[in-house]
């Protein structure tokens, strides 16, 4: 498996950058996890938009979903999507229609945010839309698929991704506090990616986020093997970030960076 970083910043986005996004490319199988603002712009650059296999949502918030909006434009209106040819392109009787695989109650929530100025089913007719529940195992080829609830501030589940190939596994934790569920699906993970939003904990109100320190924490406590730090802002400082985690995780610790591959 191959994972690019298409965006990595919070909830809002780096100078130049774009909110989260993943794409992990597998045996000419390809998967966007987490689709935020600025990652449709990102994954441009890496992937035909047309040719990636499925697209999976950790949560509905913004950061994590809103370029679903434009990629479904662009798997509407785009000139090579027509069934007959438009400029340079030479028509198609088979536009893409990547899965989308989302948490339960995306479908309602997709049509209540585009119908606020268009039609509501922009997103459910440009994507397969298929949801999903804490138990399900969606495959895509050789990818399975699965999934933990974690605490946030919305219904979130980080997803583990074993390859059907070398049974490689990656994590990915989504947004969450402290808990055991992150440590549960990530346990002996080969790479897990967690999210570091805080310089230090909230200050009151319940957890929703983890300090690089914490995410450090996790990743020894599951045994996972490699560590990527993620939903970090550029305005603050990753050499801080990632000596914190590797004050509490012994194996590699690496910061995010949009555009860096990870091989797992
Ligand atoms: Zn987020
Ligand atoms: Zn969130």
Redesign the pocket.
């Known amino acids: 498996m191959r994972l690019t970083v298409l965006g990595k910043s919070?909830?809002w986005e780096d100078a130049g950058g774009a909110?989260?996004g993943y794409l992990l490319e597998s045996d000419g199988r390809a998967v966007v996890i987490d689709c935020?603002n600025g990652a449709f712009s990102k994954l441009r650059r890496f992937r035909d938009y047309t040719r990636v296999d499925a697209v999976l949502v950790s949560h509905l918030?913004a950061?994590?979903f809103l370029d679903l909006i434009p990629w479904a434009y662009a798997l509407t209106y785009a000139p090579r999507q027509q069934p007959v040819p438009v400029d340079r392109w030479g028509g198609t009787a088979r536009p893409a229609r990547p899965r989308l695989i989302a948490p339960s109650g995306a479908t309602e929530a997709f049509r209540r945010i585009t119908g606020a100025w268009g039609p509501e089913d922009l997103i459910e007719r440009a994507f397969a839309l298929e949801e999903y529940e804490e138990s399900s195992t969606p495959e895509v080829g050789s990818l399975r698929f699965r999934f933990r609830s974690v605490p946030h501030f919305a219904r979130t589940f980080a997803c583990r991704v074993t390859s059907g190939e070398d049974g490689a596994t990656l994590v990915f934790g989504a947004?969450s506090g402290p808990n055991e569920h992150l440590v549960e699906i990530a346990e002996g993970a080969d790479l897990l990616i967690a999210e570091a939003t805080l310089p230090r904990p909230e200050r009151e109100g319940p957890r929703g986020h983890l300090t690089a320190s914490e995410a450090g924490e996790h990743a020894a406590r599951a045994k996972a093997r490699r560590l990527v730090l993620t939903?970090i802002s550029d305005e603050l400082d990753a050499l801080s970030a990632h000596k914190a985690a590797a004050a509490s995780f012994d194996g590699p610790v690496a910061v995010a960076r949009e555009g860096a591959t990870f091989h797992v």
Request: aromatic fraction near 0%.
């Open positions: 919070p909830s909110c989260s935020g918030h950061d994590h947004d939903h």
